[in-house]
Each structure stands twice: as structure tokens, then as C-alpha cells.
């Protein structure tokens, strides 16, 4: 039996190990040039004592590397829609981000990750004008080429994704705050379903895992730090979607706001954010003709 990097790294974590764990097996992986190919069980073991004794961690005696045939399988079957660190369609935004993640779990279209892509968030509790504002947004970054970005959550993130699915050519991303196996909320079944079939859906973490309060601010850095560029549709103030928008503005990215009426507490974090330098969108080509501009200085778009 043997077993690629990849896979590898999805047996420490099914048996429980850590972001900090992973990473320094992958690391010592890398210093030895064991990562290039794969690996007997044996090897896989040797080189895990060798990290133990060399890193001091992965000392849980649960973790070895000697499988039943039922594990081997799973372990194979997991890495045939998982994408590592390091492979020719991991995002590179995602390189220039704390913590990228070591492993990403998929469904459906990786391919669109090499894409350009632009991520959109904003309110569970969206507003009719809200409505509007993402679903006019999407469509024409849909017609113009871009694959949209978001959490699947409630409010715009759902008109978003579904505003895709409606857009002829158009093309949207879902990054989970769970496995594959929770769909969170639970109302968003059948989308979820659509999505993974036709379009793509993203998850670090295993399908097994359930949903935890940490997951959310954990799924909002991987939805800012995937695209150059982050539209923020509604947002009130201590919001989900200004903890997404300070993520971007941590990660040099460029944030594009719908701004609000001054008493509509949705606007509040909008407008809070185009105070402090964000660009608003007042004309839907003059913000198209922007993104151009930014992803062929990035050479992400022709």
C-alpha cells in the first residue's frame, strides 16, 4: 500500500490531527523531497517517528500509519476530489493568506478556480433594494466573465449563488463553514445539492465535521482571500460580512461596496467602510471597466 502527500495528509487529519501537526509533517515531507512521490506505509511511518522526535508534535499515539483495506479505500476515495497545497489549481491568492489551507474538499468544477474569480458577500437579513443590488451585480459579472464567490449562507450570499444558477454561462463558487455532510443553513438543501452538481462547492474541512461556532469567521477568511477583489452588497455594523471585509483589507485586497440610505441600519457597515477608503459602487460599467483594470495588472484577466 501506498500513498501519495495528499493522501497522507488526509489520514493525519481523519485521525484528528492539527492545522500546526499537518503542516510540519508537510514540511519535513518537503525538506526530505518525500512529497514528490509516493510512499509505503512504512516509510509513512518512519518519516512520522522522524517529525515526532524531530518537531516534538504528533506525539497522540493515535496517529500511525498502518491501515485496513476499508481505511486505504477511504483514504483514496477522499483524495479524488481534494485538492493540496501546492497543486497547479490550488488558487495562489490563497498562497498570501495566514494558515492557507493545507487540504480543500470539493464537489463539482475545480477547474473554475483557475478562473477569474471575485467574491460577494453581505446580509442574512437583506433588504428588497439588497435583492436587487446582488442579483444585478451578479449578472453582469457573470456576462462579463467572472465566477462569484460566496458563503452559501442566508440573504445575499443565496441570491448570489442563485442568481448564478439562473444567469446563462454563469458560474458561482460556495465555500462552506462545514463537511459535506452538514449543510448549513438547513434550508439551502437543495441549493447546496445544485451547486455541487453544476457548479462548485469548497470545504476544509472532512465531510464528517459538523458545524462549530469558529467555522463561520474561519469560511469568511478563505471567501476574502480567494479573489482579488471583495463586493460587499449589505452589511450592518459588527457584522459577518465587515469580519470577511477586514479580512480582505488584512490580505491587500480591493473592496467594492453598495453604499445605503444613512438610516438603514444594512447600509450602516457599508457606508462605515467606504469612510474608510473602500470604492463605491455608483455605476455599474465604471465598475467593471475598475475590475478590468485591477486582474490585467494582476494578469488574471485578458
Known amino acids: 500500500m501506498d500513498l501519495s502527500m495528499k493522501e497522507q495528509l488526509i489520514l493525519l487529519s481523519l485521525e484528528g490531527a492539527n492545522y500546526r501537526e499537518i503542516w510540519y509533517y508537510l514540511k519535513h515531507a518537503i525538506n526530505r523531497a518525500c512529497h514528490r512521490h509516493a510512499l509505503s506505509l512504512v516509510d509513512c511511518q518512519s518519516m512520522l517517528i522522524e517529525v515526532q522526535k524531530e518537531e516534538g508534535i504528533l506525539e497522540n499515539p493515535g496517529f500511525h500509519f498502518y491501515l485496513d483495506d476499508q481505511s486505504y479505500l477511504r483514504v483514496k476515495d477522499l483524495a479524488k476530489h481534494t485538492l493540496m497545497i501546492g497543486e497547479p489549481t490550488y488558487p ?9 489551507p493545507l487540504l480543500i ?53 443565496a441570491m448570489v449563488h442563485r442568481t448564478a444558477l439562473g444567469c446563462p454561462g454563469g ?14 443553513p438547513r434550508s439551502h438543501t437543495s441549493l447546496m445539492a445544485e451547486l455541487g452538481q453544476s457548479h ?34 449589505e452589511a ?8 470577511t471585509a477586514n479580512f480582505a483589507l488584512q490580505y491587500n485586497r480591493e473592496i467594492y461596496v453598495c453604499p445605503g ?9 457599508c457606508n462605515q467602510l467606504i469612510e474608510a477608503g473602500a470604492n463605491a459602487i455608483y455605476s455599474l ?18
Open 92 to 100: 495562489r491568492a490563497w498562497l498570501e493568506i495566514p494558515k492557507p
Open 285 to 302: 460599467p465604471d465598475f467593471l471597466g475598475d475590475l478590468e483594470t485591477l486582474y490585467r495588472l494582476q494578469a488574471i484577466k485578458n
Open 171 to 184: 458560474k458561482t463558487i460556495a465555500i462552506l463553514p462545514a463537511g459535506f455532510g452538514t449543510c448549513y
Open 261 to 269: 440610505h444613512l438610516s438603514e441600519t444594512n447600509s450602516a457597515g
Open 105 to 157: 474538499y470539493y464537489q463539482g468544477h475545480i477547474e473554475w478556480l483557475q478562473e477569474p474569480l471575485i467574491s460577494i458577500v453581505g446580509t442574512r437579513a437583506i433588504s428588497l433594494q439588497g435583492q436587487k443590488d446582488a442579483s444585478s451585480l451578479t449578472q453582469v459579472l457573470c456576462q462579463s466573465g467572472y465566477v462569484c464567490v460566496s458563503g452559501m449562507a442566508l440573504g445575499v450570499d
Open 200 to 233: 462548485l462547492l469548497l470545504s476544509e474541512y472532512l465531510p464528517h465535521i459538523g458545524i462549530k461556532k469558529h467555522h463561520f469567521i474561519m469560511r469568511n477568511r478563505l471567501v476574502a482571500g480567494i479573489a482579488p477583489a471583495l463586493v460587499v452588497v
Open 236 to 243: 450592518a455594523l459588527k457584522s459577518g460580512s465587515l469580519i
